[in-house]
């Protein structure tokens, strides 16, 4: 059993082994006197703050928490952490070791924006807010499972079982539960649909250190959804809908669309003359590298002002709707004559072209990942007859939607039939 | 009302909960409900900008919670 001066030197470990994982931060408080010592938390006085008035703080220290074992903390907003009692060398708890905050996921830190959006909240208010949110790591639940179990071993040497975890709040411990019986695939699917989004939002606000933040933030040390057992068709019909979704997200961002389509064509290009995963993933981080740099260039440059930015945001929120241009017009403040005009030299197409090019790259989703009739998208994107999304979608992408469709599938059934191949001739041998 | 400065946020957060009424956070261009956890978070989030702490002031709803809170206001 480590002594109480080893197993404090194991906390510093193990507060930098977190911070250097996930960039979570870690607490030390006197069990005494509730006296924080200190943290490697950014924001601290903030974020001590968030702990406090969420009353995590006194929970962790309230009659009803048993000492002996690790307590899960949350706040009303979703923010997460574990606290764990060190005990001293007479048995009694001494100091307590806190770490977090995290979110669970994603959608916790859009729910805020999204709440914070909805109170009317001036741009300086929320961006301080949102700044600051945008410090906290996130971890999903099962992994700050593993995460609380190391601390528990780090503080007292003694291995914690799921069942040892304390919640302050029930409904973490209903979701505990629904994490016991998911299936691993369920978790991961999540996982990877995060990380996309993730990957996706940092396009949209071109931020040039993309990649370089994914792998520090530990979800990029192996791309989930390049798996060797698919067949290299698969892998690259993957990357292939990736590279529309990013071209999507950097159009969301500011990005002219025809920069963004021929960035878009150029990554497809490429990943259809790869020959192998590891040359995917190459491809993988340039794109999505070019597509962070070219709208954070196009935002720094002020080529599209706020006005313009915020017509694309009412765009892309709104593609299912009708889209009219007075609504349009209205949303922003501007007049119609006056914000085609602004949106034209901005963005260097016109204001209804970028919509119809926005509707046709939602409408490639669709014909990919839906059993939607062309005749229903059409119906639902609001281009007036068959014939005219049939022909506004040729234009663009080079072939029908009915084409395009069949295209997608034959690839598919050829990956299938490569892999029922290779799996025939593995049972062979 | 501003509030003083150096003054103990945490405590003054708890004394917003003893309140009858409403209380804000109120600038010319935001009105932060201080009673609201999320909003709380904001204020908090705010207090190092000084810019912004400087041009608003507390507001109660109920003139009579200005005497729960006379200890954080000038």
Redesign the interface.
């Known amino acids: 059993m480590a002594s109480y001066g080893e197993k404090l030197k194991n906390s510093n470990i193990f507060s930098g082994m977190i911070y250097s994982a996930c960039k979570m931060g870690s607490w030390c408080f006197s069990y005494a006197s509730r006296k924080m010592f200190y943290t490697t938390c950014p924001n601290q006085?903030?974020f001590f703050?968030?702990f406090?008035?969420?009353g995590c703080l006194e929970y962790m220290f309230s009659p009803e928490v048993d000492t002996s074992k690790p307590v899960f903390l949350s706040?009303?907003?979703g923010m997460l952490w574990v606290a764990d009692y060190l005990y001293d060398e007479d048995g009694r708890p001494n100091l307590v070791m806190v770490i977090g905050p995290v979110f669970s996921s994603e959608s916790s830190v859009r729910g805020?924006e999204d709440?914070?959006r909805s109170?009317n909240?001036?741009h300086?208010?929320r961006k301080?807010?949102i700044q600051?949110m945008q410090k906290v790591p996130i971890v999903p639940v099962d992994m700050m499972h593993q995460y609380a179990a190391m601390l528990h071993y780090t503080v007292t040497g003694e291995i914690a079982m799921a069942h040892d975890f304390q919640f302050q709040h029930s409904i973490q411990k209903d979701l505990e539960s629904e994490l016991t019986y998911a299936s691993v695939g369920r978790v991961n699917m999540e996982r990877q649909r995060m990380t996309e989004e993730t990957i996706l939002q940092m396009i949209r606000e071109g931020n040039p250190d993309c990649t370089r933040l994914m792998q520090e933030r530990g979800k990029f040390s192996r791309p989930d959804d390049y798996r060797l057992e698919l067949s290299q068709r698969e892998n690259k019909n993957t990357m292939v809908i990736f590279a529309a979704l990013c071209s999507r997200a950097a159009m969301e961002g500011g990005l002219s669309p025809k920069i963004a389509k021929d960035l878009e064509i150029k990554y497809i290009t490429k990943t259809e003359q790869a020959k192998t995963v590891t040359e995917l993933v190459n491809i993988r981080e340039k794109m999505m590298e070019e597509f962070a740099s070219r709208v954070h260039q196009c935002r720094n440059h002020l080529e599209v002002s706020r006005v313009v930015q915020e017509c694309c945001e009412y765009i892309q929120s709104n593609l299912l709707k009708p889209l009219e241009l007075s609504d349009i017009a209205k949303e922003v403040g501007y007049t119609e004559y006056y914000l085609t005009k602004k949106f034209n030299k901005e963005m260097g197409v016109r204001l209804l072209d970028y919509i119809k090019d926005s509707r046709v790259e939602l409408a490639k989703i669709w014909l990919l990942t839906t059993q939607k009739s062309v005749q229903e998208i059409s119906d639902q994107m609001y281009f007036g007859s068959r014939n005219y999304f049939t022909k506004v979608f040729r234009e663009k992408v080079g072939v029908t939607p009915a084409a395009y469709r069949e295209q997608m599938a034959a690839g598919q059934a050829m990956g299938k039939t490569e892999r029922n191949e290779e799996n025939e001739a593995e049972k062979g041998c | 009302m501003k509030l003083k400065k150096g003054v103990d946020?945490?405590e003054f957060?708890k004394g917003i909960k003893t309140c009858k009424g409403d209380v804000f956070f109120e600038s010319p261009?935001?009105k932060?409900d201080l009673k609201s956890?999320?909003?709380?978070?904001?204020f908090?989030?705010?207090?190092?900008?000084k810019k912004?702490m400087e041009s608003g002031g507390i507001h109660c709803e109920n003139p009579e919670d200005f005497r729960n809170l006379e200890a954080y206001l000038e």
């Open positions: 006085q903030e703050m968030f406090s008035t969420s706040d009303t907003i805020i709440s914070l109170l909240f001036s300086q208010v301080n807010m600051i | 946020i945490m957060i261009e935001d932060i956890a999320l909003s709380q978070y904001v908090i989030s705010i207090l190092s900008n912004l």
